[in-house]
């Protein structure tokens, strides 16, 4: 089961193969679990809404339709909707989690002290200033250059064309630049 694709395991799991359920949530488990980590900073919590975007998907699987749409884009939204969602409540004021946190930029095994503390200080300054920045653009910014998303992917995501991304995206390092200059 391991060789098929999305389109197939979802078809699988539409008839019942419990097998096919556990290969989606082993596929993309990891990457989901990074994009809700990049935006919350609590760890307990982000697993919490990983959990719950899982949990959704199982839900609503017997009504997904196989699109041009891939399903991984299904699941960043329903993703995104549920950090969203929880942000929205007065309890739960928005954050981001530091980037020295969500990357794997550091290494844990660097030899040289001063260039993990070099680079410690940089994603903060990095950080802060994503946090100056206009929340699309920090959304576009973080899904391309902490998780690795393609201009596709991040469109897919996000419900925009790809030349919309382009262009949150050049405007949204723009914003950064000018950020970190006038920090």
Do not use: C
């Amino acid at each position: 089961m391991l060789e098929l694709s999305d389109a197939e395991l979802v078809e699988h799991a539409q008839n019942g193969n419990l097998d096919a359920v556990g290969q989606l949530y082993d596929r993309h488990r990891t990457r989901i679990f990074r994009y809700v980590r990049s935006r919350i900073y609590n760890t307990q919590l982000a697993q919490d809404l990983t959990g719950e975007v899982f949990l959704q998907m199982v839900t609503h699987l017997p009504g997904y339709r196989v699109t041009a749409v891939p399903f991984s884009a299904w699941l960043y939204r329903i993703a995104h909707n549920h950090i969203i969602n929880h942000a929205g409540r007065k309890e739960n004021r928005y954050q981001y989690v530091p980037l020295l946190y969500a990357s794997d930029v550091i290494s844990q095994k660097e030899d040289n002290p001063a260039r993990i503390v070099e680079q410690k200080l940089q994603l903060e300054e990095v950080q802060q200033a994503l946090e100056r920045i206009d929340e699309i653009q920090r959304e576009v910014i973080v899904l391309r250059f902490l998780l690795d998303f393609s201009l596709k992917e991040v469109a897919l995501v996000l419900g925009k064309t790809v030349a919309a991304v382009k262009s949150i995206q050049h405007r949204g390092l723009l914003a950064l630049e000018v950020a970190m200059k006038y920090e």
